[in-house]
């Protein structure tokens, strides 16, 4: 089963910080997304991620294809005023959700270009794709050696 119409189960798991002045409907989006509010935010913002009709629980899905429960959080910082987001999440991703998330949240996110923020995997591969900041997805060639010989 190929990405696309069908999709494929997906796991998400990163991390990164939100720049201080990052707008507060923002912040209720990833709120609500994570599953912390059961508060839909009063207007979304305007980005292709939210017209897909799945936007609102992707972040705290799960299914039996990957070995770990979702935890998805947004947690302020006491000390800097910063929000810190920690996803871990999995879902089948019918529409290229995941890069559309990490298109709407990268101009929010605090990171230097070429910083790591996570990865990305389908139930159909071992290898990741890794996630840099802004925006770049990296496949590795991983060997046989260290993937070990097919069943």
């Not at 990052?22 to 509010?37: C, D």
């Not at 920690?86 to 298109?103: A, M, P, S, V």
């Not at 790591?116 to 890794?130: A, C, M, N, Q």
């Not at 925006?135 to 060639?141: G, S, V």
Request: aromatic fraction near 12%; proline fraction near 7%; charge should be negative.
């Amino acid at each position: 089963m190929g990405e696309g119409v069908m999709g494929t189960y997906t796991e998400l798991n990163c991390a990164f910080s939100l720049h201080g002045e990052t707008p507060q409907h923002v912040v209720e989006t990833l709120l609500y997304m994570t599953g912390q509010s059961e508060t839909e935010p009063d207007s979304l913002p305007p980005h292709p991620l939210f017209g897909d009709t799945r936007w609102d629980g992707m972040l705290s899905g799960s299914s039996s294809y990957f070995g770990a429960d979702p935890h998805s959080t947004v947690r302020r910082n006491e000390i800097n005023g910063k929000y810190h987001v920690t996803i871990r999440c999995n879902f089948k991703d019918y529409d290229g959700e995941i890069e559309k998330f990490i298109d709407w949240i990268t101009p929010h996110i605090q990171a230097l270009p070429g910083d790591f923020i996570g990865y990305k995997r389908s139930d159909l591969t071992e290898v990741p794709t890794l996630l840099y900041h802004p925006r770049r997805f990296f496949t590795p060639n991983i060997t046989e050696e260290i993937l070990g010989e097919a069943a």
